[in-house]
């Protein structure tokens, strides 16, 4: 019922930029937190950037500097600029998001992934 939809990924050389989207749909009542977390062939998943209601942003010390998220509430949507890329942001960066379709409790959503590629 409810769906999360990345789009923007893709191959960049180093230095580069790239931003990726992913918009939330379908029954959705409120969405208290929205972002990125990636995960490299072979190693954990991990926290890019989260933008919270209730706790604010959190950012992972390795982009700061160079990522931002922004969301659009209006549309349900969470943007990752991705700027002064290296080749060891190469992963699969997936769409996260804590969601209440019932406005009681709150439940993580994930996205399928979209690759984000930075070649040396």
């Known amino acids: 019922q409810v769906r999360l939809v990345e789009s923007g990924g893709g191959l960049v050389q180093a230095g580069g930029s790239l931003r990726v989207s992913c918009a939330a749909s379908?029954?959705?009542?409120?969405?208290?937190?929205m972002g990125w977390y990636r995960q490299a062939p072979g190693k954990q998943r991990e926290l890019v950037a989260v933008?919270?209601?209730?706790?604010?942003?959190n950012l992972a010390e390795s982009v700061k500097g160079r990522f931002t998220i922004s969301r659009d509430n209006a549309k349900n949507t969470v943007y990752l600029q991705m700027n002064s890329l290296k080749p060891e942001d190469t992963a699969t960066y997936f769409c996260?998001?804590?969601?209440?379709?019932?406005?009681?409790?709150?439940?993580?959503?994930w996205g399928q992934g979209t690759q984000v590629t930075v070649s040396s």
């Open positions: 996260y998001a804590r969601i209440s379709v019932n406005g009681f409790s709150l439940r993580d959503y």
């Open positions: 379908g029954s959705i009542f409120s969405i208290n937190a």
């Open positions: 933008s919270s209601r209730t706790a604010g942003t």
